[in-house]
Antibody, heavy 122, light 110 residues
Framework: EVQLVESGGGLVKPGESLRLSCAAS????????MNWVRQAPGKGLEWVSY????????YYAESVRGRFTVSRDNAKNSLYLQMNSLRAEDTAFYYC???????????????WGQGTLVTVSS | QSVLTQPPSVSGTPGQRVTFSCSGR????????VSWYQHLPGTAPKVLIY???ERPSGIPDRFSGSKSGTSASLDIIGLQSEDEADFYC???????????FGGGTKLTVL
């Protein structure tokens, strides 16, 4: 069974950093591109970042570019999101998502984690 | 303001047909496939349609999708009370070099 379990969320102050992890089980992440998607309280879904199987292609939403860094460790079957210079507007549930499809342009999201909450507040 | 435009809400009665619209541009819907997701608060979103009109296994044929130009739509026929949720469309945007979601449409089953 495919499982994605996020961890690392919590309460931080504006300007601080946080690192999210996503532990995958039931499949080798080396065979899949992965994404982070977030949902702020009362708001809709927002795509955050994409990383290809070998990390050769990485994309970010404009709202996080330059502050967030996605990475993966295929040997540990894990995905990460390093979040620096956090802002109040980064407060959201962050979902780890497995891509289905060959390219970022044509993929879709079949498997989602349950999410981890990041709260940025002074 | 979301890049893809969805109406904030739709409603229907059990057994009815409802349609969700999703409007974009040539750089996103006009160039790339659309997928649709159903999301209940507190749960993981579920894919209903991918590649504009394909259903993953396990999704009933009450759900169907289509795309024309820079717009896409999701239809639900035979509406059921358990369909009540938020529905999102998404597509890759070649200009933004990223994926964009619609703002979501809340379905209320009356």
């Amino acid at each position: 069974e495919v499982q994605l379990v996020e961890s690392g969320g919590g309460l931080v102050k504006p300007g601080e950093s946080l690192r999210l992890s996503c532990a995958a089980s039931g499949f080798p992440i080396s065979g899949y591109s992965m994404n982070w998607v977030r949902q702020a309280p009362g708001k809709g879904l927002e795509w955050v970042s994409y990383i290809s199987e070998s990390s050769s292609h990485v994309y970010y939403a404009e709202s996080v570019r330059g502050r967030f860094t996605v990475s993966r460790d295929n040997a540990k079957n894990s995905l990460y999101l390093q979040m620096n210079s956090l802002r109040a507007e980064d407060t959201a549930f962050y979902y780890c998502v497995r891509s289905e499809g060959y390219y970022a342009r044509t993929e879709y999201f079949h498997h989602w984690g349950q999410g981890t909450l990041v709260t940025v507040s002074s | 303001q979301s890049v893809l435009t969805q109406p904030p809400s739709v409603s229907g009665t059990p057994g009815q047909r409802v349609t969700f619209s999703c409007s974009g541009r040539s750089s996103n819907i006009g160039s790339n496939p659309v997928s649709w997701y159903q999301h209940l608060p507190g749960t993981a979103p579920k894919v209903l349609i991918y590649n504009n009109n394909e259903r993953p296994s396990g999704i009933p044929d009450r759900f169907s999708g289509s795309k024309s130009g820079t717009s896409a739509s999701l239809d639900i026929i035979g509406l059921q009370s358990e369909d009540e949720a938020d529905f999102y469309c998404t597509a890759w945007d070649d200009s933004l070099r990223g994926r964009v979601f619609g703002g979501g449409t809340k379905l209320t089953v009356l």
